[in-house]
Nanobody
Framework: QVQLVESGGGSVQAGGSLRLSCAAF????????MTWFRQAPGKEREGVVG????????YLADSVKGRFTISQDSAKNTLYLQMNSLKPEDTAMYYC????????????????????WGQGTQVTVSS
């Protein structure tokens, strides 16, 4: 069964850190885009950071550059999002998404390019 399972969300104070994990099951990981999105109440879903695996390229939203990093363990088909220096405006539901790279590699942070989504994990940053 193809699925993405996220974990690692929680509540932290501003300036703190969290690491999110996304385990991918049943998909050819090496030929997919793997991306973290987030959605705050009343706002559109936005791409945060992603990897186009068959290109070996990484993409980050301007709002998280210098604070968030993406990594993966290809042997475990697991994607990680390390979030440092968290701000209250980072508060959102975070989703892991995947798609065949031909659908998403031109715009890796565009949500409509993705056809597989995890259930989401909440991140709350208090001031």
């Amino acid at each position: 069964q193809v699925q993405l399972v996220e974990s690692g969300g929680g509540s932290v104070q501003a300036g703190g850190s969290l690491r999110l994990s996304c385990a991918a099951f049943g998909l050819p990981y090496s030929t997919y885009c793997m991306t973290w999105f987030r959605q705050a109440p009343g706002k559109e879903r936005e791409g945060v950071v992603g990897i186009v695996n068959d290109w070996g390229t990484t993409y980050l939203a301007d709002s998280v550059k210098g604070r968030f990093t993406i990594s993966q363990d290809s042997a475990k088909n697991t994607l990680y999002l390390q979030m440092n220096s968290l701000k209250p405006e980072d508060t959102a539901m975070y989703y892991c998404a995947a798609s065949p790279s031909i659908r998403c590699r031109q715009r890796p942070l565009w949500p409509l390019g993705y056809n597989l989504w995890g259930q989401g994990t909440q991140v709350t940053v208090s001031s």
